[in-house]
């Protein structure tokens, strides 16, 4: 728990919660794994959480402009991937992270 709390408060500052801080790197790994934008289920079956987690993370990190969602043409579903300053925003946090995990 106390490991939680230092990142938590490390995150503060760039406006993430640790949930939004881990569906970003997720959304992240994802897209790099794929080479494409992502979907919330992939999001949520990745990181073993509901799907309405992820829509809430999601729609936080959106109105951050740290991720972009469009609409899937095939099924009902929004493509994510992460926008410039969620990628810089992404790094920050793996370097203040880092710092309190070390």
């Known amino acids: 728990m106390r490991w939680q709390r230092r990142v938590a408060r490390e995150l503060a500052p760039l406006n ?7 569906v970003l790197d997720t ?5 790099t794994e794929t080479g494409d934008a992502v979907s919330q289920q992939a999001i949520a079956t990745r990181l073993e959480i509901d799907k309405m ?4 993370a999601m729609r936080a990190l959106s109105n951050l402009a740290l991720v972009d969602r469009g609409p899937d043409f095939l099924y009902c579903a929004w493509r994510i991937w992460l926008t410039k300053k ?11 992270i880092a710092r309190v995990s070390a």
């Open 27 to 31: 959304t992240n790994a994802l897209i």
């Open 53 to 56: 987690t992820v829509s809430h």
């Open 86 to 96: 969620g990628i810089d925003v992404l790094e920050e946090g793996r370097k203040r």
């Open 16 to 22: 993430l919660s640790l949930m939004q801080w881990l």
